[in-house]
């Protein structure tokens, strides 16, 4: 069985303006159907990455090939595969909605004969038919957000550059931006940048987290909790001494650590937090070692850390990394 062809290569890339390097040295892969979520703080490199992968930047080193096209050489051939939606996308406040689509389908030189359905069918897919109408400026900012994402889809290209598709939305408008991005999964690769986390990590395949120019983790959501954090959290609430509790966890793990959060309350229950480096549920095992009559369990349960506790555990360690450099030298 033949692997999945990629979609986008980079390699070795490095963007320096001026003295000042904006992206050092990334690589990375992405496969044909696969939606991928670009994190970072701002100036971390993620628009000027995204910039060079759409060839509208050119790099300084590194190669970038977009389904086998090298960017650097071929940067109109690139532009044929790629649809982008850049952040706060300029849209012409004076068309409507199927005017502006008709005139960058042609432009993406769509033919005439295909064009009118396909304009119907990004209008669907995007809720925007009780608005192909309107001009444009008139429109709320979720709808205009949802023109930049069908003028980016409308000629069906491979890849899809999205930088921050949901800023200055509200939360219904979110989801529907959300679906739609979900729905291309298999049909067209796509980036997205975001500073809405949860967005990412129920949208995405991987995340690619960049911080100074750097790479500081990639991977399924999953697999960032576990590479990044290296550790299982439970929560519980019981009456008990603590220091027996402690005795009674001592067998179960070696890894196992115990905090108590505060004061008793009224029904003499604490809640206490127990960290592991143990991958596996113990939930069944903690249940059993706290059937002791000394014991009152009121609540038992494992936390899932989320993408922001990921993100910002990356972005402090390589933080920390570059201070530790620096004091060396």
């Not at 090939?65 to 952040?87: F, L, T």
């Amino acid at each position: 069985m033949s692997e999945t062809p990629l979609a986008i290569e980079v390699t070795d890339l490095v963007k320096s303006y001026a003295g000042m390097t904006a992206v050092n040295g990334i690589s990375f892969t992405l496969k044909r159907g696969e939606i991928l979520g670009f994190l970072g703080p701002n100036g971390a490199g993620k628009s000027t990455t995204m910039r060079i992968l759409t060839g509208y930047l050119p790099a300084t080193s590194g190669q970038v090939r977009i389904c086998g096209v090298p960017v650097a050489s071929q940067p109109d051939a690139v532009k044929r595969h790629i649809g982008y939606m850049p952040e706060n996308n300029p849209l012409p406040e004076d068309m409507r909605v199927s005017e502006y689509l008709y005139f960058r389908g042609r432009l993406k030189e769509v033919s005439r004969s295909k064009l009118g359905p396909r304009i119907d069918e990004v209008l669907e897919l995007c809720d925007l038919k009780r608005v192909r109408h309107k001009i444009i400026g008139k429109l709320s900012k979720g709808f205009r957000q949802r023109v930049g994402i069908a003028e980016a889809i409308l000629a069906e290209p491979p890849v899809i550059i999205m930088d921050e598709p949901t800023i200055g939305l509200d939360p219904h408008q979110i989801l529907i931006v959300r679906d739609l991005i979900a729905s291309l999964r298999g049909r067209m690769t796509v980036i997205i940048s975001s500073h809405i986390l949860p967005e990412i990590e129920m949208t995405c395949d991987r995340v690619l987290i960049i911080n100074q120019g750097h790479i500081v983790a990639q991977g399924t959501p999953d697999e960032l909790r576990r590479d990044i954090l290296g550790h299982s959290i439970y929560q519980l609430e019981l009456a008990g001494d603590p220091d027996e509790l402690a005795n009674a966890l001592t067998e179960l793990e070696p890894t196992l650590k115990i905090s108590e959060s505060g004061e008793p309350d009224a029904e003499g229950f604490r809640t206490f937090t127990l960290t592991t480096a143990h991958e596996g549920d113990l939930g069944e095992e903690l249940l059993s070692a706290l059937q002791a009559p000394d014991f009152r369990l009121r609540a038992l349960n494992r936390s899932h850390p989320t993408l922001e506790n990921v993100f910002l555990a990356a972005t402090r360690r390589s933080w920390d990394v570059k201070a530790e450099e620096l004091a060396k030298n």
